[in-house]
C-alpha cells in the first residue's frame, strides 16, 4: 500500500533554512509527482508546489517561488522540500501528497506531515 | 483562480443536512474540482472528485454537484463523526497546480 513517511518535528530561528524529507513506499516512486501543502495553526490548506519524481519538473506556488526548492531522489524514493529564509508566519504542519492514480487532479496520499516552528 | 467557501463554519443537528458551497473566481473544469475532509489531529481524506464522484470508501451520504465556478457539497443524514473541515480543491494541469479553499467547519451538535 502506498505510504508516504516525513521526518521529524524541526524547530528553526527567523532567517534559518528547513529541509524536509518524504520517503515513498508502495509503489513506482518515478511514476507520480509529489505535491506539498502546509497549514499554519488553525488554518487551512497551502499548496506549495509540485515535483515531478519522473523527470524533476517542479511548479511553485508564486508565493515561494523564491524560496523553495523541491527535489526527489530516486534511489531511496524520497522527496525534499528546502524552504529558506524562514519567517515565524512559516510555522505550519508540512505535508507532502501524491496524487490519485486514477485522478492525477486529487491528492489522495497524504504523509503524516512535520511540524515546523519558526521562533527566536 | 481563487475559492471562497461559505459558510464558515456551520452548525448542525445528527439526521439534518449540510450544504457546503464552494465558489470560484472564475469557470473551472468540473473534472477537475475535488472536496476533502480534515478531523482534528487527522490528514486530509479525500471525499469526492470530478465534482461528484465519491473517492473510495465514501458512504452515499456525501455528493456533490455544481458546474461552472459554483460547486456544492451535501452531507445528508448527519453523523457525529462527520464533525470536520471540508475544503474545495480545483486543479490546472498546465502547469500542475492545486488550489484549496479556506474551508468550512461543519460541526454536529
Known amino acids: 500500500q502506498v505510504h508516504l513517511e516525513q521526518s521529524g518535528p524541526e524547530v528553526k530561528k527567523p532567517g534559518a533554512s528547513v529541509k524536509l524529507s518524504c520517503k515513498a513506499s508502495?509503489?513506482?516512486?518515478?511514476?507520480?509527482?509529489i505535491s506539498w501543502v502546509r497549514q499554519a495553526p488553525g488554518q487551512g490548506l497551502e499548496w506549495m508546489g509540485w515535483?515531478?519524481?519522473?523527470?524533476?519538473?517542479?511548479n511553485y506556488e508564486q508565493k515561494f517561488q523564491d524560496r523553495v526548492t523541491m527535489t526527489t531522489d530516486t534511489s531511496t524514493n524520497t522527496a525534499y522540500m528546502d524552504l529558506r529564509s524562514l519567517k515565524s508566519d512559516d510555522t505550519a504542519v508540512y505535508y507532502c501528497?501524491?496524487?490519485?492514480?486514477?485522478?492525477?487532479?486529487?491528492?489522495?496520499?497524504w504523509g503524516q506531515g512535520t511540524v515546523v516552528t519558526v521562533s527566536s | 483562480i481563487v475559492l471562497t467557501q461559505s459558510p464558515g463554519t456551520v452548525s448542525l443537528s445528527p439526521g439534518e443536512t449540510a450544504t457546503l458551497s464552494c465558489r470560484a473566481t472564475q469557470t473551472i473544469s468540473s473534472s477537475y474540482l475535488a472536496w476533502y475532509q480534515q478531523k482534528p489531529g487527522q490528514t486530509p481524506r479525500l471525499l469526492l472528485y470530478?465534482?461528484?464522484t465519491r473517492a473510495t470508501g465514501i458512504p452515499d451520504r456525501f455528493s456533490g454537484s455544481g458546474s461552472g465556478a459554483d460547486f456544492t457539497l451535501t452531507i445528508s443524514r448527519l453523523e457525529p463523526e462527520d464533525s470536520a473541515v471540508y475544503y474545495c480543491q480545483q486543479y490546472d494541469s498546465s502547469p500542475p497546480t492545486y488550489t484549496f479553499g479556506p474551508g468550512t467547519k461543519l460541526e454536529i451538535k
Open positions: 515535483n515531478s519524481a519522473y523527470n524533476g519538473n517542479t
Open positions: 501528497a501524491r496524487q490519485s492514480f486514477l485522478v492525477p487532479s486529487t491528492l489522495e496520499y
Open positions: 508502495g509503489y513506482i516512486f518515478t511514476n507520480y509527482a
Open positions: 470530478a465534482t461528484s
